[in-house]
């Protein structure tokens, strides 16, 4: 009953460094999305997929890549960190919408700090 | 693209009163209007949504009211308990049940006072 699992919850960059953000969820959802929060600014779409094999852009993709090689995965990676990009990260998955459309179900987030 | 405002930014209020929680959009085409509540440390939870094709939702304590001409949609909370203070986010999408994404408001920190 894991729902949606994100790892790591907390990490340390240096300026530079890169590193890659796993989520994973078993409620066999179509859909996966990462989000960032900052303080004041609510949560806001990085990057979205909308099943194996396919990425999106959201509202700030930039400095940051995903990929969807197995529907139960979703991965951001940061190339190249930077101060501007601490924050803390969200995961969240929801099944195929229609006339049932289910709300997305998050992750608890990994806080990450670039110094 | 869509933008979402939501006021208060804090609202605090005495145990057992109710409190109202505003929201905005500027897509006409938005269909789908959810509220989380978001705990410290945790990720947000959804609590209650609300489709275009209605106007009001109930659930328990929890309603939402949706204004399609206004454009804006509300959070009701009655009976305030100590266990609902948390920061809660009202978000809007144009395709269902978000299938590309949510846009969030920036969220109200709700303070219950015993």
């Known amino acids: 009953n894991a729902g949606v699992t994100q790892t790591p919850k907390f990490r340390v960059l240096k300026t530079g460094q890169s590193m890659t953000l796993l989520c994973a969820q078993d409620?066999?959802?179509?859909?996966m999305y990462w989000y960032r929060q900052d303080p004041g600014m609510g949560l806001r779409l990085i990057h979205y997929s909308v099943g194996e094999g396919t990425t999106a852009k959201g509202e700030v993709p930039d400095g940051y890549n995903v990929s969807r090689l197995k529907k139960q995965n979703f991965l951001l990676g940061l190339e190249s960190a930077a101060p501007s990009q601490t924050s803390v990260y969200f995961c969240?998955?929801?099944?195929?919408?229609?006339?049932?459309?289910?709300?997305?179900?998050f992750g608890d987030g990994t806080r990450l700090s670039i110094l | 693209g869509e933008n979402v405002e939501q006021h208060p930014s804090t609202l605090s209020v005495q145990e057992g009163d109710s409190a109202v929680i505003k929201c905005t959009y500027s897509d006409s085409a938005s269909n789908y209007f959810p509220w989380y509540k978001q705990e410290l440390g945790k990720g947000p939870q959804l609590i209650i949504d609300?489709?275009?094709?209605?106007g009001e939702k109930k659930d328990q304590r929890i309603a939402v009211t949706l204004n399609k001409t206004a454009k804006h949609f509300s959070l009701h909370i009655t009976e305030t308990q100590p266990e609902d203070s948390a920061v809660y986010f009202c978000a809007a999408s144009n395709t269902g049940g978000g299938a590309d994404g949510l846009t969030f408001g920036k969220g109200t920190h709700l303070i219950i006072q015993p």
């Open positions: 609300i489709r275009s094709n209605v």
């Open positions: 409620m066999n959802h179509e859909y």
């Open positions: 969240a998955s929801t099944s195929v919408g229609g006339v049932s459309n289910q709300p997305q179900h």
